[in-house]
């Protein structure tokens, strides 16, 4: 019902620059969203309109800088912005405000993806400037800009990469950049024009004048019609393709959102021929609301990914709110058992304030967990199935309201060997048409490991050290903070917790 009380955009508001409107406008809109139930409380999230893409992700001068997508009016994809946000710890994050706007000819209908990289001691980005022609026909622009000293960022004009080329549509963006033997190197998602996904590589000497090297053969010639943000690296001496792919239908318990975002990884990568010889796509997250990925190198070596925790064309509740979305708490990523390992920086341990919990022992029954408290904490549960007898599902719910029957349930299943999630009974429900569960196969179910990240408005899932993931939007109520443990044979379990707040 929230839904239907939000305002239809018109273009000519969705395109509007920011300077139209007075900042009397815009610190009553600040305040308005700052009302809403459903602001986290420690991930990066927009003051005010919707936050999209990660972009410019870099460790430059002794900090993180990072940036999102941003339109400020609402919550709609309408005109893009870049705004700066920077840490020291990848856990507190200081707001710099806006970097890039949509103020020139070639970036005049938005500044869309791209990415950082450091040269000549200077933080400098690559994205997409998107115009509109009167027609309303798209032309995507590649473009390089420089921070200043103040902040402030001077693009080098006209693009680095002007328009599409030829066999290609439109449909050109989300520039990753990386300087390789004194060579820069990008990578950039594209539709051919037969309306099929792949991804552009570009090189140049000096950043600013960009030669078409080819496609990037991935061996997948015909998955889906467009790929995003993609991002090429290295871990461990393998090469990792990271991409969000459009168009793939659902394939067992894969792929069940609106877009997808995974990865392949190679034994090396032939710059001769752009070729990457793997073994198949893998889905990088198992949740609801995972997509556009970005990774950065640490100082002490450790590729770290953030995402934005939602997804295109999928209305959420607080869009009435004039707000929508956040960002992914940031992760290390590493290789194990050719799978990319996902694990919350170990950095985040400053987020514990105190432990609430601590409790281990057998159990056979279920056990509930009082919490007046935000729903707002860390919790790790470790179970283990003695090897001896069948064992039916654990359940673990959170953000539960046993008197109104609500929760988010985490069922974990060793005759399958499946770990299924369910929010058709956690809040406000929304996007139901693709779905209220995900599922996750594992390898094995002696024992599972459960390291959890509860805000208000979202659930991160990292299983067995980070071998699998689920990321999540909910909407809890009013009343829905406590938790469950339920196992239906005999299981050895520990369950600890911290409070954030």
């Known amino acids: 019902e929230r839904n239907n009380t939000m305002k239809e955009w018109t273009r000519e508001e969705r395109y509007k620059q920011i300077s139209d409107y007075s900042d009397n406008y815009l610190d009553e809109l600040a305040k308005r969203v700052a009302q809403s139930p459903f602001r986290q409380n420690y991930h990066i999230q927009p003051n005010t309109g919707l936050l999209n893409d990660p972009n410019g992700f870099t460790y430059f001068d002794g900090k993180w800088h990072l940036f999102y997508q941003w339109f400020p009016m609402g919550a709609v994809h309408g005109l893009k912005h870049w705004y700066h946000l920077t840490s020291t710890d990848l856990v507190q994050w200081k707001e710099e405000g806006v970097a890039l706007l949509p103020d020139t000819a070639y970036d005049s209908h938005g500044v869309y993806s791209g990415s950082g990289f450091v040269k000549d001691g200077q933080l400098h980005v690559m994205y997409t400037g998107n115009v509109r022609t009167e027609k309303w026909e798209r032309v995507p622009n590649q473009i390089v800009a420089r921070m200043e000293a103040d902040g402030s960022f001077t693009k080098f004009l006209p693009p680095a990469i002007a328009g599409n080329p030829e066999g290609y549509t439109d449909h050109v963006r989300d520039p990753k950049v990386w300087e390789q033997h004194g060579i820069y190197y990008t990578v950039i998602g594209a539709q051919r024009s037969d309306e099929t996904g792949t991804i552009l590589m570009y090189r140049s000497k000096d950043a600013l004048e960009w030669e078409l090297m080819g496609e990037v053969d991935a061996g997948l010639p015909d998955f889906g019609y467009m790929w995003e943000c993609p991002d090429l690296f290295e871990i461990d001496g393998k090469t990792v393709l990271l991409f969000s792919p459009q168009g793939i239908e659902p394939e067992g318990d894969r792929y069940h959102n609106i877009f997808q975002t995974g990865y392949v990884i190679a034994d090396d990568f032939r710059m001769d021929e752009l070729k990457l010889e793997h073994d198949g796509f893998q889905e990088l997250d198992a949740g609801f609301d995972f997509y556009a990925t970005q990774t950065a190198e640490s100082p002490d070596g450790r590729r770290i990914l953030t995402a934005w925790m939602g997804l295109p064309d999928v209305a959420y509740p607080t869009d009435s709110e004039d707000w929508a979305h956040c960002l992914t708490l940031p992760r290390e990523l590493s290789l194990k058992d050719g799978k990319l390992i996902q694990q919350p920086v170990r950095e985040l341990v400053a987020l514990r304030k105190e432990q609430a919990l601590s409790e281990s022992g057998l159990l056979s029954e279920a056990k509930h967990f009082e919490r007046s408290g935000a729903n707002c904490y860390e919790l790790k549960l ?120």
């Open 382 to 501: 470790d179970v283990a199935f003695p090897a001896s007898a069948d064992h039916a599902p654990v359940t673990l719910d959170l953000c539960e309201d046993a008197t109104n029957d609500k929760r988010f349930r985490i069922t974990l299943d060793p005759t399958t060997k499946k770990i299924t999630i369910d929010r058709s009974r956690c809040g406000i429900p929304f996007a139901e048409d693709f779905g209220t569960t995900r599922t996750l196969t594992v390898e094995q179910m002696d024992a599972v490991k459960l390291q959890i990240f509860v805000d208000t408005s979202s659930i991160e899932i990292f299983v067995n050290d980070g071998e699998g993931t689920f990321t999540s939007r909910v909407f809890p109520q009013a009343g829905e903070t406590c938790l469950s443990l339920a196992a239906g044979s005999t299981i050895d379990y520990s369950l600890e917790l911290w409070e954030f707040a």
